[in-house]
């Protein structure tokens, strides 16, 4: 069964960093593209961040770019998303998604964990 | 590229049809997906490509549509179905989505 547990959100002052955590399991965590989207409650989904299965491609928001930045470790099936300089419009449930299609980036998100929150405020 | 759905909220009675428009800003091809979203849960991917469901979803789902133009149509509600539904553009980077129909009971 796959499943994908967020992890690392929380309180944090606007200025402040924070890093999250994705862990993966019930699959190849290796083959698969991975995805950050992200969720004001009560709001929309916007996508975040993507990066490919062997870390050579990844693509940012405008929102986030040079802010936060994602990564991968496929020796411990975890996906990270480094988050700096952290705004209040930036507080959202954070999620982790993979990419439906293995061994490529089709931003497809066919399995989401349950999320994170994180909240940018003084 | 702008994801726009229409309506905003949608009220049908158990047992109706729902249709749910998604219009994107320029061509996207065939890469479109809807999620579902039930509150406090993660989305659920329904429809890829346009019109392949996702595996476990039911046929009552389904999607067409292609270039600007998407529907994703339930045949016959289910209590279950009522939730948010997003479409999703995959043809350019950003992937974006739209602002999200809610389906509630009528």
């Known amino acids: 069964e796959v499943q994908l547990v967020e992890s690392g959100g929380g309180l944090v002052k606007p200025g402040g960093s924070l890093r999250l955590s994705c862990a993966a399991s019930?699959?190849?965590?290796?083959?698969?593209?991975m995805n950050w989207v992200r969720q004001v409650p009560g709001k929309g989904l916007e996508w975040v961040s993507s990066i490919s299965s062997g870390s050579s491609y990844m693509y940012d928001a405008d929102s986030v770019k040079g802010r936060f930045t994602i990564s991968r470790d496929n020796a411990k099936n975890t996906l990270y998303l480094q988050m700096n300089s952290l705004r209040a419009d930036d507080t959202a449930v954070y999620y982790c998604a993979r990419d439906r299609v293995r061994g490529t980036m089709v931003a497809n998100f066919d399995y989401w964990g349950q999320g994170t929150l994180v909240t940018v405020s003084s | 590229i702008v994801m726009t759905q229409s309506p905003a909220t949608l009220s049908v009675s158990p047992g109706e049809r729902a249709t749910l428009s998604c219009r994107a800003s320029?061509?996207?091809?065939?890469?479109l997906a809807w999620y579902q979203q039930k509150p406090g849960q993660a989305p659920r991917l329904l429809i890829y490509g346009a019109s392949t469901r996702a595996t476990g979803i039911p046929d009552r789902f389904s999607g067409s549509g292609s270039g600007t133009d998407f529907t994703l149509t339930i045949s016959s509600l289910q209590s279950e179905d009522f939730a948010v539904y997003y479409c999703q553009q995959c043809n350019n980077w950003p992937p974006c989505f739209g602002g999200g129909t809610k389906v509630e009971i009528k």
């Open positions: 019930g699959f190849i965590f290796s083959d698969y593209s």
């Open positions: 320029q061509g996207v091809g065939s890469n």
